[in-house]
């Protein structure tokens, strides 16, 4: 079945330093990758949704700014985390649609820890 | 406002047992209605999806879920639990006309006791 891979899978780094995760699509190709983030003991809140070659669309109360998303291929997303800070910890889950899917492959997700 | 509600926040229950997760949404028209699961330490996994036909479908590892559109809802079933069920029980809606954006319920954890 289609599989996504998210790298790395975990992320320590210190206040102030930017962090950039990959989602790929193993097997098949994602014409819209979504990126949703997971805090402890809650569930998933979509952050942005990208479309290859095209500017991401971000959803309210999400900075553009600093959550950077660049959907190059049709295979592959990064999610740059700029000028972390200690509230950006989290668990950072990427799903990735093919075509005219109804839904989308989550991958194993990442989890971020700033110092 | 759009929303996914999932009725119990943590359900104890024993080996056996059977299980019933509540699911309520708010959209109107056509929408594709999902259950996932998270076992400790793991990534989601799909249970069951319901796009169009049959109600009532059968997912993965005995769960089922029934589709009632006039009560906005997506019930997950499982009649005989197991202590492996152990779990954070997700629903999520998307629709054609939101791009496909899943919108997930707040979650329900399942503990199953041996």
């Known amino acids: 079945g289609a599989v996504v891979s998210q790298h790395p899978s975990w992320v320590i780094c210190k206040s102030g330093t930017s962090v950039k995760i990959e989602c790929r699509s193993l097997?098949?190709?994602?014409?819209?990758m979504f990126w949703y983030r997971q805090f402890p003991k809650q569930s998933l809140m979509l952050m942005a949704t990208s479309n290859e070659g095209s500017k991401a669309t971000y959803e309210q109360g999400v900075e553009k700014d600093k959550f950077l998303i660049n959907h190059a291929s049709l295979t592959l997303s990064t999610l740059t985390v700029t000028s972390a800070h200690p509230e950006d910890s989290s668990f950072y889950i990427c799903?990735?649609?093919?075509?005219?899917?109804?839904?989308?492959?989550f991958g194993p997700g990442t989890r971020l820890t700033v110092l | 406002a759009q929303s996914v509600s999932q009725h119990n926040h943590h359900v104890i229950l024993s080996e056996a047992a059977s299980l019933e997760l509540g699911c309520n949404y708010s959209?109107?028209?056509?929408?594709?209605l999902f259950w996932y699961v998270q076992y400790p330490g793991q990534h989601l996994q799909l249970l069951l999806k319901?796009?169009?036909?049959?109600?009532l479908v059968k997912g993965i590892k005995g769960f089922e879920a029934e589709f009632i559109k006039s009560k906005f809802s997506f019930n997950l079933r499982k009649p005989s639990v197991q202590w492996s069920d152990t779990a954070e029980y997700f629903c999520?809606?998307?629709?054609?006309?939101?791009?496909?954006?899943?919108?997930f319920g707040a979650g329900t954890t399942v503990t199953v006791r041996a």
């Open positions: 097997d098949f190709q994602a014409t819209t």
């Open positions: 999520a809606v998307n629709r054609r006309s939101n791009d496909y954006k899943l919108s």
């Open positions: 319901y796009f169009s036909g049959d109600p």
């Open positions: 959209y109107g028209g056509t929408v594709n």
């Open positions: 799903s990735a649609r093919e075509g005219s899917s109804h839904s989308g492959v």
